[in-house]
Nanobody, 123 residues
Framework: VQLQASGGGLVQAGGSLRLSCVLSGRTFSNYGMGWFRQAPGKEREFVAAIGRNTGSTDYADSVKGRFTISRDNAKKTVYLEMNSLKPEDTAVYYC?????????????????WGQGTQVTVSS
């Protein structure tokens, strides 16, 4: 599985960004997808997840109501729409994939990771 993330950048507080991640090499609809982030000096943390289809999603408390995860199985792409960005959202964002037979989203067990895309939110 190969994952290619894009869409990061520099944005002012209160602004928006949309991250994208394309999966290649496997059947996308067989994978639950997730977004994680790692800020300087901190451990990587869960941000959002979506099940094999679009009905099951989960979010970290810190991003609920501001971020939306979605997927387009035809395009083999998962998205993270980020609104009302805060300086504390600054991090490298990683997409991840987990082969699964379950339709439910999950925060754990991911075994394939993308290269990361930098998101910087200025105050």
């Amino acid at each position: 599985v190969q994952l290619q993330a894009s869409g990061g950048g520099l944005v002012q507080a209160g602004g928006s960004l949309r991250l994208s991640c394309v999966l290649s090499g496997r059947t996308f609809s067989n994978y639950g997808m997730g977004w994680f982030r790692q800020a300087p000096g901190k451990e990587r943390e869960f941000v959002a997840a979506i099940g094999r289809n679009t009905g099951s999603t989960d979010y970290a408390d810190s991003v609920k109501g501001r971020f939306t995860i979605s997927r387009d199985n035809a395009k083999k792409t998962v998205y993270l729409e980020m609104n009302s960005l805060k300086p504390e959202d600054t991090a490298v964002y990683y997409c991840a994939a987990k082969f699964t037979f379950s339709s439910f989203s999950t925060k754990t067990g991911y075994d394939s990771w993308g290269q990361g895309t930098q998101v910087t939110v200025s105050s």
